[in-house]
Each structure stands twice: as structure tokens, then as C-alpha cells.
């Protein structure tokens, strides 16, 4: 009877501990960022519509930047609830999604805070005028203060999407050390 040899090969999962607080408020606070994006830049591309205008690459490239990044989340949702994130995973898509937000973030605060003509010199274009007299004025000044704050909740929702993605860079690299020590 000849010498059988049976080589077992044992398979190891790896299993990633992930910081549970950092990672859902992480994940509450960039579902926030990203569909606030959509949402602002989608009113705007409507506007745009209704008036005939033109519309600006910021305003479609601010939609699918913001529609990427949530699919992203829900991408990172079902592996957490398949334990199966790995951390390589997670710096690669938030590397990916830190260049598109920082390109928003950039463009957004050139539109915003930009040379002559930018949204934000508009902002205090119109008064409000007191009592019923001028109600158009009024309404020129409610649209032009919705339309600035929009502008700059977007800005805003960028800087903060931007260091969050940053942060998940870092947060994901060190899960990813702490399980070879």
C-alpha cells in the first residue's frame, strides 16, 4: 500500500475591526453630504431649465459626483452587513471620491467666491422691502437669499465630504495595520 500524503489547506478569514461609532456616524454624515449635493445641484439644473439657460459642468458633474459616492455607501452598507469590508476596498473608493470632492470643492468655491460675477455678488442684490407695496421685490429677494443659501450649503457639504473622506482614508488604512500586529 503505497503512502498517501494529504495535504490540508486551511483557509483563514481575515476579520477587520472596524471603530462601530466612527464608522456609522462616518457613514450617516457622508449620506448626508452626498445626497445634499444631489439635491441642491439638481434644484439648480432645474432652474436652469425652466429659465432656457445653459447649464454649467458643475451642476451635472456635482450630481453624479454626489449619486457615485452614495452608491458607494450602499455598497459599503451591504458588505458591513455581510462582514466582509475590507479596507482596501474602503481607501480605494474614498480615494477615488476625495479627488471628485475636492474637484467640486474647488469649482464650487470659484462659482461661489470666484471674480466679479459670482454667485455670492448677487447675494445682496436685492432688499426686502417692508409692507405690502413692493411684494415683487420681496419675492426677488426670497428667491436670491434660497438660491445663495443653497450655494452655500453645497460649499459647505463639500468641504465637510471632502476631510470626511480624507478621514476614512486614514481610519481605513489603520484598521488595516491593526490587524497585522
Known amino acids: 500500500m503505497a503512502n498517501e ?3 490540508r489547506v486551511l483557509e483563514r478569514k481575515r476579520k477587520y475591526m472596524w ?6 456616524f462616518w457613514l450617516i454624515v457622508m449620506i448626508a453630504a452626498a445626497a445634499t449635493i444631489v439635491g441642491v445641484f439638481t ?4 432652474l436652469q431649465s425652466v429659465f432656457h439657460l445653459g ?7 456635482s450630481i453624479a459626483t454626489g449619486s457615485l459616492c452614495l ?10 452587513q455581510q462582514r466582509q469590508l475590507l ?4 481607501v480605494l473608493g474614498s480615494f477615488i471620491l476625495f479627488v471628485l470632492f475636492l474637484t467640486g470643492l474647488i469649482e464650487t468655491s470659484i462659482q461661489l467666491y470666484g471674480p466679479t460675477g459670482s454667485v ?4 445682496n442684490l436685492y432688499r426686502p422691502s417692508s409692507g405690502l407695496s413692493d411684494g415683487e421685490a420681496t419675492l426677488a429677494w426670497l428667491e436670491t437669499q434660497g438660491i445663495c443659501q443653497d450655494w452655500k450649503a453645497a460649499f459647505a457639504f463639500y ?3 471632502t476631510v470626511f473622506l480624507l478621514w476614512m482614508m486614514v481610519m481605513a488604512y489603520q484598521v488595516n495595520q491593526d490587524n497585522f500586529d
Open 159 to 161: 468641504i465637510v465630504g
Open 55 to 61: 447649464v454649467p459642468w458643475i451642476f451635472p458633474y
Open 71 to 80: 452608491l458607494f455607501l450602499l455598497i459599503i452598507l451591504v458588505l458591513i
Open 5 to 7: 500524503v494529504l495535504i
Open 43 to 46: 434644484y439648480f439644473m432645474q
Open 87 to 90: 479596507p482596501g476596498i474602503v
Open 19 to 24: 471603530p462601530e461609532a466612527q464608522l456609522n
Open 120 to 123: 455670492n455678488s448677487y447675494c
